[in-house]
């Protein structure tokens, strides 16, 4: 099922909660279990299987282990196909992101987005009913205000616990071209929105009107020569944000120079080496996702083969790169054939900034210790994962003679692809989202 392929992936601040969302505008809702329990099972539209895995350098020897299985906590279409009569366009209900906002009360708020409006909702838990109206009967039908002789006082019942999803804003009509990024600024009362061309700031009490602040279309579409890939803002200060193009570049721009950010504070990027200079070099080059460490210090990029550390300090060259799948740079040819080299890659940070995870083909995920330089590749598949069962690590074997253990690249299967990925914000618990399947794992608990 097309409309099964989950399409963004993320945790909430405490991790307690997990939203997925999908091809078919709906988002789903996992919630962290209490009691220790393992199993495998369907759940809605896609499958969640508990493991654990055994990650050495990832354990922390004092670090309180627990046990939590996640299940479905609410399930509810977030947007629909739409049509766009002035250019006769289909706008998809595919979420594109979604971003929780903290919690400051009962209730849960995320935003969600598709390629041109995003939503604001609201998730709430109601266990009580109200009885007794003076102007409704007991099937909700009003009543002829004539025949109501006495006043009665409603009353709460208990019932069932409910989870109701609300959609308290909309933002719409503010984007020309695809959203391709959503970010909750750190001072909580705004967010921007990012499209290939343009950036926009919103307010969260204000629908009808956000202001750009970055700009990138120009007066001649003929002259375009980038495209903005992801933006992001500072986890710290709420002036600062990232975005990222399809050149390869990263700009940083501080919102108090001045009111269109379209002249940058930072501008990073790598030289090329001409050696490696070939007909697909600026495709791989094209950044597919930007993301902020915790502590706000550093920058993460994925492009096609690699992901890149860049300290803000230095804008001329990456501190740290790592290579996700080198082997396929031989592949090149075959995978803009097959439309794989636009596959847009997204990455992590663990929540101390030490680890990040990323994803690959044939249902592949790589992590990389940022200390020990060590690196694994896991898979994510039905078939090599039972509840509770320790993860091998995979290998691939580019040329010369094949090990038993090793997958050749000519056998990976492309259309198996990770592309998103999300890391609980205090434990090693990852969720990785390989086509309609949700696979979450966890560190090995003894």
């Keep these: 099922y097309l409309t099964d392929i989950i399409s963004t992936v993320e945790f909430n601040h405490t991790g307690e909660l997990l939203a997925t969302g999908d091809k078919g505008g709906r988002v789903v809702i996992f919630q962290r279990e209490q009691e220790v329990r393992t199993s495998e099972f369907r759940v809605g539209f896609c499958d969640l299987i508990f493991h654990a895995f ?41 979420i594109n992101k979604i971003r929780w906002l903290p919690q400051q009360n009962a209730a849960y708020f995320l935003l969600s987005t598709n ?25 909700g039908r009003l009543r002829d205000p004539a025949t109501i002789t006495t006043l009665r006082v409603p009353v709460l019942r208990p019932m069932d616990l409910m989870v109701e999803a609300t959609p ?18 750190s001072d909580y009362e705004t ?40 933006a992001e803002f500072h986890p710290h200060h709420c002036n600062t944000f990232v975005y990222s193009s399809s050149k ?19 501008f990073f990027e790598e030289p090329e080496d001409p050696s490696n200079r070939s007909f697909f070099s600026e495709i791989i080059s094209s950044i597919s996702d930007v993301k902020f460490s915790h502590s706000g210090r550093y920058i993460m990029t ?8 860049w300290d803000l300090n230095m804008e001329n060259r990456p501190i740290e790169t790592y290579q996700v799948h080198d082997y396929l740079r031989s592949k090149l040819c075959s995978l803009y054939e097959n439309d794989c080299i636009f596959d847009k ?57 094949r090990r038993k253990d090793e997958i050749s690249v000519d056998s990976l299967d492309f259309s198996k692809k990770i592309l998103h990925t999300a890391w609980h ?8 989202a390989a086509t309609n399947n949700l696979y979450i794992f966890q560190d090995k608990v003894n």
């Design 248 to 266: 390869g570049t990263i700009r940083l721009c501080d919102m108090r120079a001045s009111a269109l950010c379209d002249r940058h504070t930072k």
């Design 115 to 139: 390629d041109k409006t995003v939503k604001l909702w609201k998730v709430s838990e109601r266990d009580k009913r109200p009885e007794g109206y003076n102007l409704k009967d007991e099937e």
């Design 191 to 230: 967010y921007m929105s990012a499209d290939d061309l343009r950036i926009n700031l919103w307010n969260f009490e204000i629908t009808n009107q956000s202001f750009n602040i970055v700009d990138i279309k120009p007066a001649n579409m003929e002259e375009l020569t980038e495209v903005i890939t992801a």
């Design 425 to 432: 914000p205090s434990e090693n618990i990852i969720a990785v």
């Design 54 to 94: 055994f990650f050495p350098f990832l354990q922390s020897k004092n670090q309180v282990h627990r046990r939590g299985e996640y299940n479905v906590y609410s399930t509810f279409q977030s947007h629909e196909p739409e049509f766009d009569y002035l250019k006769s366009l289909e706008i998809e209900e595919k």
């Design 345 to 401: 890659f997204e990455c992590v940070w663990n929540g101390s900034d030490s680890v990040i995870m990323t994803g690959s083909y044939n249902n592949f995920f790589r992590m990389f210790d940022r200390n020990t330089k060590r690196d694994v590749t896991l898979e994510a598949s039905r078939e090599n994962s039972k509840p509770r069962a320790i993860l091998k690590p995979r290998k691939v074997c580019v040329g010369g003679k």
């Design 168 to 185: 308290r804003r909309v933002f719409a009509n503010a984007h020309t071209y695809h959203i391709n990024s959503i970010s909750v600024n």
């Design 302 to 309: 994925r492009d096609y083969l690699t992901v890149k550390v």
